[in-house]
């Protein structure tokens, strides 16, 4: 092993042998070195320009103080204005049921309260924060920031925001784990319950079903919907995959003709409803372009739940699973079995699901959660171990939750080996590798997405046609054609073509005919990525419309890839 | 490396001594550039940012508190100059990628080259802090001690970091070799 190791070692000195750096760099160095001047000669200078601004701040203050002294008193003095108060925030946290408070600047430790103790302490700073003037009387400028782990119930939620109404502070925020806070102000007449207000376009969103963990979303547009009167349209999110949910959702409030800016969304969500997919929901909304969303609300918390340590699972929500151990992964089978047995005993829709499924959801959650941080990553080395023996479906879910955490780091070679075909990558976990490398990797994954387009399943191929074409950049790069040379076999399939191209291109350009030799090249299952990209980018900047004389010479899935970039 | 020397150099360089600041870029240039080579993906860009680190070294020298951790000290200008110019958009990831850059295949190592490059294409798959320890130990020939130093990390870290990746580029050596 040693010996292979030196020898490993003498490659290494051997590959980095003339890795230096070039010796015009050393001159460019001494040059620039000449011209800074040294700073230990001259610390006179250094201290000058310091020194006589510390002199003439003292200076001042000094003048300051003396007027001050002779000033009258300013009548206004002592009442805050809302400017000074502008950045200050309290920020309220919840986890695992457990509520704590920062007071009113970021750093400041956090507090562990009860509901009623953080009515108490906004109540004070309300008080000492003042009033918004402009707005009008009895609003406080003073934000909230509601921050709360992802499988918080979004009752929790409604309560802290139902205390805040209650303290006429309506600048809430909400804020997933450490995610960016989404501003989601209360209505101005401090209720949280949804206002008809006139002349003003109304939306509204159901969140319906009320399960956690994995469980996905799905998005249905209805014309009217007796759970939320007086709105012009209404979303409902039910079952399906939550993240293309609210992509969706997006997708449709985006192309709603309406005044985004002044259009009011209401969102009414189950009380057992993650706060994450709630969150999440506001975010998309805000990026759709609206600004005003408003939440129903629910009754206000009793006096036990107000006094409660920790805050109280809403009665129809599934129970959280705390394990003995929180790491099933060292526990070993039989803890694992049983943490299983706990897991099919929740009303999940999940229930059914593969136990895989179930170990990897509870993995996930694991990782997601607060627990420590070597916990945490032995939870997460456990979902990677478990992908090459795990079951399609919870192959198909760990890849989706590693392509929302990791993005990019070390994730290209998990999914990589993930596209090729065999018993641990069926084509629903090919597909899924194939959409994961297109979302999180993006165009530097087409080299990989491209070369399993001969994958023997049509679905695969499908995805890897619309993958490509999706990743296509819209216009071509500068030097397509002359950059061909690396790969000799796509130069000579382009040269060829262009050959021809070029001498049709002169008088009939930009015709079907020009392209004629060009789609032929797509043909061609050989073709080097760069050469299929040259000829896809050299189709979409010459041509107006797909290119209807060679629709019968092009293989039906390369037309629909091309008509596909077309239509883009 | 000779402690003692290096430190009387530093001192040197710290009072304005430009000969002894240019022994010491001697001394450490190469090493300082290895380390950015592995964190910039273009050689010209690791060149300029090693223009960088030094001329900051140098204006910064008076206030460098221990002369001892000179080296540290220099490394973490460096790999702060590298952040930089990712920041500045050196290193833009979503930038699109032009043809002639964009891999032709999922570029496995050709099995035509010649030994030594075909393990320097692997030591450049290796992960950037990683691939560091990899060339300042077998390349540069430091301790572990000193290299731990430099980056911050324990001596045992460093040690096993570099076994695993020894053994790592052992492995996808032989498998090269196979195929």
Same mark, same amino acid.
């Given at each position: 092993m040693n010996e292979t190791n030196a020898r490993i070692e003498q490659l290494l000195r051997d590959a980095y042998t003339d890795e230096r750096p070039a010796p015009g760099v050393a001159n460019e160095v001494a040059a620039r070195l000449e011209n800074h001047r040294h700073p230990s000669r001259h610390a006179i200078g250094r201290w000058l320009w310091p020194g006589l601004i510390a002199a003439a701040v003292l200076l001042a203050v000094a003048l300051g103080r003396r007027d001050d002294d002779n000033a009258p008193a300013d009548p206004l003095a002592d009442k805050p204005g809302p400017a000074k108060e502008a950045g200050a925030f309290v920020g309220v946290r919840v986890a695992e049921g457990r509520l704590r408070i920062q007071r009113m600047a970021p750093g400041k430790p956090w507090t562990r309260v009860t509901l009623n103790g953080l009515a108490e302490y906004l109540k004070g700073a309300a008080k000492q924060h003042g009033q918004l003037p402009k707005i009008g009387p009895k609003v406080s400028p003073l934000r909230v920031v509601i921050r709360a782990d992802r499988l918080t119930p979004w009752l929790h939620a409604q309560w802290i925001m139902m205390v805040c109404a209650e303290q006429k502070l309506y600048r809430v925020e909400l804020a997933v784990g450490d995610g960016k806070p989404v501003p989601t102000p209360l209505p101005l007449d401090l209720d949280v319950g949804a206002r008809v207000g006139p002349g003003r376009a109304r939306m509204g969103v159901i969140v319906e079903t009320n399960a956690m963990g994995q469980t996905a979303y799905g998005v249905r547009r209805v014309a =009217?919907?007796?759970?939320? =009167?007086?709105? =012009?349209e209404v979303f409902v999110l039910t079952a399906g995959d939550e993240r293309a949910a609210l992509r969706k959702l997006k997708d449709q409030l985006t192309a709603v003709d309406t005044k985004r800016l002044a259009a009011i969304v209401e969102i009414k969500a189950a009380q057992t409803v993650p706060f994450g997919v709630v969150g999440r929901l506001a975010a998309g909304i805000r990026e759709a372009g609206y600004r005003r969303i408003e939440f129903y609300g629910t009754a206000l918390p009793n006096a036990k739940q107000r006094a409660a340590k920790e805050l109280p699972e809403p009665k129809d929500g599934w129970k959280r699973v705390i394990l003995p151990d929180p790491d099933p992964i060292k526990a070993g089978d039989a803890d694992e079995a049983r943490a299983l047995a706990l897991l099919k005993q929740?009303?999940?829709?999940? /229930? *059914? *699901?593969p136990a895989r499924l179930a170990a990897a959801d509870l993995l996930i959650a694991m990782v997601h959660s607060k627990a420590s941080q070597p916990a945490r990553r032995a939870a997460f080395k456990g979902l990677v171990r478990a992908l090459p023996d795990t079951s399609p479906t919870a192959t198909a879910v760990i890849l989706r939750f590693i392509r929302d955490r990791l993005r990019d780091e070390g994730l290209l070679r998990v999914l990589v080996h993930f596209l090729e075909p065999n018993e641990s990558s069926p084509p629903s976990v090919r597909v899924a590798a194939v959409e994961a490398l297109r979302r999180s990797v993006g165009e530097a994954a087409m080299p990989w997405i491209y070369a399993r387009r001969d994958d023997p399943d049509p679905d695969v191929r499908k995805a890897v046609g619309a993958a490509l074409v999706r990743l296509l950049p819209r216009s071509a790069p500068d030097g397509t054609w002359s950059?061909? *040379?690396?790969s000799e076999r796509g130069a000579a399939a382009i040269a060829r073509a262009l050959a021809r191209t070029k001498t049709l291109s002169l008088a009939l350009e930009p015709s079907n005919l020009a392209a004629r030799p060009i789609v032929a090249l797509l043909r061609d299952d050989k073709l080097p990525f760069v050469a299929w990209r040259a000829a896809c980018e050299w189709l979409r900047a010459n041509? +107006? /419309?797909?290119?209807v004389a060679i +629709?019968? /010479?092009?293989r039906p899935e390369d037309r629909a890839r091309i008509k596909a970039a077309f239509a883009k | 490396m000779d402690k003692e020397r290096n430190e009387r150099s530093v001192r040197a360089a710290m009072g304005g001594d430009r000969a002894a600041f240019a022994r010491l870029y001697e001394q450490y240039g190469r090493a300082v550039y290895l380390v950015l080579v592995a964190r910039l993906p273009r050689r010209e860009d690791a060149e300029d940012v090693l223009q960088e680190a030094f001329v900051a070294a140098w204006r910064a020298l008076p206030r460098l508190a221990r002369p001892d951790r000179f080296l540290p000290w220099l490394f973490r200008i460096a790999r702060n100059k590298a952040r930089d110019h990712h920041r500045r958009g050196g290193h833009d990831r979503l930038r699109p990628v032009r043809l002639h850059e964009a891999p032709e295949t999922a570029a496995p190592v050709p099995a035509q080259a010649p030994e030594a490059e075909r393990i320097r294409m692997l030591v450049e798959r290796l992960k950037p802090g990683t691939r560091a320890i990899v060339v300042l130990r077998a390349v540069e020939g430091w301790s572990a001690e000193d290299v731990a130093r430099i980056q911050g990390l324990h001596v045992a870290t460093v040690r096993r970091r570099y076994a695993r990746a020894l053994k790592h580029l052992r492995a996808n050596l032989q498998r090269e070799l196979r195929t």
């Open positions: =009217d919907d007796p759970r939320i =009167d007086g709105v =012009d929740l009303r999940d829709p999940n /229930e *059914a *699901a950059s061909m *040379a690396r041509l +107006k /419309e797909f290119p +629709k019968g /010479e092009v | -």
